[in-house]
């Protein structure tokens, strides 16, 4: 149970083993969309209101600012983040963790294992970085910076011609100038159909140390409303692909949306690019996800009440290459349709069976519904019952990203077989 922490003196109730099974699982949760109904779906769980003692908490970041130190979990009781999950989300934290962890590789393995980390646009933080941003903007006049401000729900700016804002120190005034990263704008994204999109891709991650993580096989591109050009570069509807902003365009049609399921997608590139590129391409973003976080590996602490699901947003460019645009701790729960609201429900049960409360895995299983096990203190062979396979030249990571999603076939033969061995 988890409770407000107590006087050393207070004896609680003894502790069960964190793997116990448990018939009644009693939940908070903060929020009141997709997360809230499948929580009360689940069975055998229970949920609590106001102060009352819980064993899971789908709780906000605000809360876990202001109540984490003052909590007493015991042993089985899990939350859905780390308490300084901003490492690898809040924008300037992402960077500096990036920079450093490419020094590392560097000076550890080489210049080329440090290229694997080449996957994030050139980033200044601001005010802090100006001088260094004035010098790249002076030595490549003409280009497009994007700039963002450290954390998100705030409409972003776009910035085709800085030159105003890169002045002499003489000129600056003493105004307090907002914190924001600047971020060198991609300019030649991949188009479909002439529009402009970027790809959502959720990873789970259930320990830092050892880093354990799971990468879901649903996933879908968001698409801007309007034909992309460099011409309009104030036009949001050109430039942003997030869903509250689209769906305000004079021209959006809510029933057609602006999203496609990943599935889809890779089936498109396949059709115009072959398998063998796009299987590249998505080992790229498999290399994305596996190098972000271990570049906060040492910096998150890892707790073992804690896991996160995190929403990956990834740009490609028309040369196939990925970009990481951002890591969201708390990505959007909120469906636009119903096809959303299916994937999320999927998303969301698939990501409890995971956490499994009522302890029902043995911790081996390399597939669990919807997500595979990519990542368990070192790469997950996609070969059948080989979990260690040494990475070769034909090692294939045990990823399905825009595959089949028959999670309904595999959970039913998974949870036979762990009642079957139960038995034994």
């Known amino acids: 149970m988890a409770r407000m922490k107590v006087s050393a003196g207070h004896r609680g109730p003894p502790r069960l083993k964190e793997r116990e099974p448990r018939a009644c699982i009693r939940f908070k949760c903060a929020l009141t969309n997709t997360i809230l109904d499948v929580l009360r779906q689940r069975p055998g769980w ?9 064993d899971f908490y789908w709780c906000d970041v605000s809360w876990l600012r202001e109540n984490f130190d003052h909590t007493y979990m015991d042993e089985h009781v899990r939350i859905c983040h780390f308490r300084n999950h901003y490492e690898l989300t809040r924008k300037n934290y992402i960077v500096k963790n990036l920079k450093r962890f490419r020094k590392q590789l560097e000076r550890e393995a080489g210049k080329l294992e440090a290229t ?36 998100r729900f705030i409409a972003m700016m776009i910035c085709a011609h800085v030159e105003d804002g890169v002045r002499a120190d003489d000129q600056k005034d003493e105004t307090q100038v907002e914190n924001y990263v600047a971020q060198r704008y991609i300019e030649n994204p991949y188009l479909i ?44 509807y050109v430039h942003l692909t997030n869903v509250a902003v689209q769906k305000t365009a004079p021209d959006y049609d809510p029933e057609k949306g602006c999203k496609w399921m990943i599935q889809r997608f890779r089936r498109y590139l396949t059709a115009k690019h072959g398998a063998e590129a796009v299987e590249v391409l998505f080992a790229d ?22 896991f996160e699901l995190y929403g990956y947003d990834i740009l490609i460019d028309q040369n196939l290459k990925p970009w990481l645009l951002e890591v969201n701790a708390s990505p959007s729960l909120t469906a636009s349709s119903q096809e959303d609201y299916e994937l999320k429900c999927r998303l969301l049960k698939d990501t409890l069976h995971i956490v499994d409360m009522e302890g029902r895995l043995t911790g081996k299983e390399k597939r669990v519904g919807g997500f595979d096990l990519m990542w368990n203190d070192g790469p997950v062979s996609r070969v059948e019952g080989n979990a260690d396979t040494p990475v070769n030249a034909s090692f294939l990571t045990n990823t399905h990203l825009g595959y089949n999603n028959d999670r309904k076939k595999q959970l039913k033969q998974l949870f036979k077989s762990l009642q079957t061995q139960q038995k034994l």
Not at 123 to 131: A, D, I, L, Q, R
Not at 200 to 225: Q, T
Request: aromatic share 16%.
């Open 46 to 54: 229970v949920e609590v209101k106001d102060e009352g003692e819980w």
């Open 193 to 236: 159909g002439g529009r402009k999109f970027d790809l959502r891709v959720y990873v789970l991650v259930m320990s830092y140390i050892p880093l354990k993580v799971w990468l879901y096989r649903d996933g879908f591109a968001r698409f801007s409303n309007t034909r992309f050009t460099l011409n309009s570069i104030d036009d949001h």
């Open 116 to 151: 694997k980390c080449d996957f994030f646009p050139k980033t200044f933080e601001m005010p802090s970085e100006y001088h260094l941003f004035v010098e790249e903007f002076r030595k490549y006049p003409g280009i497009t910076w994007i700039m963002k401000p450290k954390q």
């Open 285 to 306: 973003m498999d290399n994305i996800f596996i190098k972000s976080l271990q570049s906060v590996q040492k910096t998150i602490i890892s707790d073992k009440h804690c």
